[in-house]
């Protein structure tokens, strides 16, 4: 009865794999789209443009935030994708620290970056008690520590 909570616990979260190859992105990004995502979250960039992850981009009726990229530099100058195709779902976001101030790595833009959100020394919630603490240093696997269970059962989660 004692824990933390996310800013949004209702959300329902879609996590895909890629190696961030094109294939493998457009991939994700159709999957995304075919199985109703909302919203996509790529936090990779790179400097190459490539007209087919633009494409699957354009594809995806909900929003794409993407980071403006992480080698310190202007994206007027140097372009950082996917966050520099210009799509009207596009939302490219800069790293800042604790004082609200650009992150060292931070790539920025006065018009290619939309927005700065946290990206260093970000405070998380912490419980103010331990609620669990085990190594696994004494499991064998497929075993499982003394007290927990497999299969779910007698347990708080619930799929919605």
Not at 37 to 51: E, L, M, P, R, Y
Not at 67 to 82: D, K, L, W
Not at 116 to 126: D, K, Q, R, Y
Not at 149 to 157: D, E, F, I, L, R
Request: avoid cysteine; charged fraction near 15%.
């Amino acid at each position: 009865n004692k824990g933390i909570i996310g800013v949004a616990p209702q959300a329902k979260i879609m996590a895909l794999k890629s190696s961030l190859t094109t294939a493998e992105n457009v991939k994700a990004i159709n999957f995304a789209k075919n199985n109703g995502a909302k919203v996509i979250n790529a936090s990779w960039s790179g400097t190459i443009f490539d007209q087919l992850l633009k494409d699957a981009i354009a594809s995806f009726s909900g929003l794409f935030i993407t980071v403006a990229g992480n080698q310190s530099i202007n994206n007027e100058s140097v372009h950082s994708y996917p966050s520099d195709y210009n799509l009207d779902n596009i939302i490219s976001v800069a790293a800042t620290d604790q004082n609200d101030a650009l992150a060292a790595f931070s790539n920025y833009g006065a018009t290619s970056v939309d927005v700065g959100a946290p990206g260093t020394n970000i405070l998380s919630t912490v419980a103010d008690t331990n609620l669990l603490n085990e190594t696994f240093e004494g499991v064998t696997p497929p075993n499982i520590p003394s007290g927990w269970v497999k299969g779910g059962t007698n347990n708080k989660w619930k799929t919605l």
